[in-house]
């Protein structure tokens, strides 16, 4: 769902979406500008970054209220996924999720949000700026995507725990506890001074945490990794895996999405299970 200008840039928009196999049915046509970013790809000590531009004046994030029906379009939803980076733009944006996904609600489908905090979305005193916000959207949400970090600076939540995953363990129970969360997910990642990463995925579930193996890879792209993570988990909960082949099912496809450029993850299904059991080999002829 978005609403993009009607000019070539969001032509060229649409056209990629169909390519991907993704509907423009509920695609609106308004406004000026696309929101854009910048990547600068890192390599080894030096981090890859991102400059983004012109988001707030974007046709989406100028949307007028009234812009969507939101209960017509929730009767057809069997899931909804929101994404923090939207929830950081402005007043009229964070009402529209927050309508949309109560809609979603009343009609039985299911809410997913990940938490994706942008330092440079949000600008000065953005934790607290976002906590409100973010307490509304996990409130209605069925699967979010967070770490023990999300609970501590945006949450404030306290641990005296020091190590990452004794924080993870102590808090994430705490999240699904106070909102009310079915499904809570996330990664911990580890960056190597050889262009290589560390990922374990976590999946907590049914009061019980169920982990990945740690794997660790080459990396040709990493943008993007962490939505096919959130892809890979939202996939086994609506395909019905239990919750250990979820989460090694998520951790393949993000490793998967470190090997391609772009943000979009490409794998199939086939193809991540295959990556869950084997090792590259040589060229598939």
């Keep these: 769902m978005s609403r993009l200008p009607a000019n070539p840039v969001g032509d060229a928009a649409i056209a990629y979406l169909r390519k991907l196999g993704l509907t423009e049915s509920q695609i609106l046509r308004g406004g000026n500008y696309m929101g854009m970013y910048f ?9 890859s970054r991102v400059t983004y531009t012109n988001r707030l004046e974007s046709s989406f994030n100028t949307a007028p209220e009234g812009t969507y ?27 529209h999720m927050k309508a949309f996904a109560k809609a979603v609600k009343q ?4 809410v997913i949000f990940d938490c994706n905090y942008r330092p440079s979305l949000w600008g000065e005193d953005g934790y607290a700026k976002a906590k409100p916000h973010y307490e509304d959207m996990l409130q209605l949400a069925d699967i979010v995507m967070m770490n023990e970090k999300d609970a501590i600076h945006i949450l404030g939540m306290n641990t005296q725990k020091a190590q990452r995953e004794e924080r993870l363990v102590e808090l994430i129970p705490a999240v699904a506890r106070e909102y009310a969360v079915s499904v809570l997910a996330g990664t911990h990642r580890s960056v190597h001074g050889d262009n290589t990463h560390s990922l374990r995925g976590y999946l907590y579930k049914d009061q019980a945490f169920s982990f990945s193996d740690t794997l660790r890879f080459a990396v040709h792209d990493r943008i993007g990794a962490g939505d096919a993570y959130t892809a890979g988990i939202i996939h086994g909960e609506l395909e019905g895996y239990s919750p250990d082949k ?39 002829r």
């Design 39 to 47: 990547l600068e790809n890192g390599f080894g000590a030096r981090p």
């Design 69 to 95: 029906d939101f209960e017509a379009i929730a009767q057809d939803m069997e899931a909804v996924h929101f994404c923090g980076i939207t929830l950081a733009m402005n007043d009229p944006v964070r009402n």
């Design 107 to 110: 009609s039985g489908g299911l």
């Design 246 to 284: 979820t989460v090694r099912f998520a951790a393949a496809a993000a490793m998967l999405a470190h090997t391609v450029t772009g943000d979009t993850p490409m794998s199939s299904e086939k193809e991540i299970l295959r990556a869950m059991t084997e090792s590259a080999g040589d060229v598939e």
